[in-house]
């Protein structure tokens, strides 16, 4: 859950400071409009804290953007990307099966060559006491 909740806050971290550059203002600038202090502004960034939701759904208004852009915007990246390194590690495991299927057969096979082996030495040696 931790986890989760650290990716949300760094795609909230990554949009703000995106949305405050986009419109050309300092941390200290963001600060005075909504009647914080600039280290807040910081720790927001830096996604070491987070505001309240009362604080973001005012910093959607200030933007002129939904609650959704602030927080999820990059959502949809970030379960892309787990997808792919969902599949990814299907496609490891299946590799892993398939290398272990081969290396089984190779076992067996070299088992039984090596006793095919042992046969023919055995069946020489029968012939060769009887003739």
Do not use: C
Request: hydrophobic share 40%; net charge positive.
């Amino acid at each position: 859950m931790e986890q989760k909740d650290k990716s949300g806050r760094i795609i909230f971290a990554k949009n703000l400071k995106k949305y405050r550059e986009k419109n050309g203002w300092t941390q200290q600038h963001l600060a005075d409009i909504l009647n914080v202090s600039r280290q807040a502004v910081s720790k927001w960034e830096l996604a070491s804290s987070e505001p309240d939701l009362d604080k973001i759904s005012e910093i959607s208004k200030l933007f002129n953007i939904t609650v959704d852009d602030i927080l999820e915007n990059d959502v949809e990246k970030y379960k892309l990307l787990k997808r792919i390194e969902e599949e990814l590690e299907r496609k490891k495991e299946k590799q892993r099966k398939l290398i272990f299927f081969i290396l089984t057969i190779i076992f067996f096979s070299s088992y039984i060559i090596y006793k095919t082996i042992q046969l023919v030495e055995l069946s020489n040696s029968v012939n060769s006491i009887f003739h």
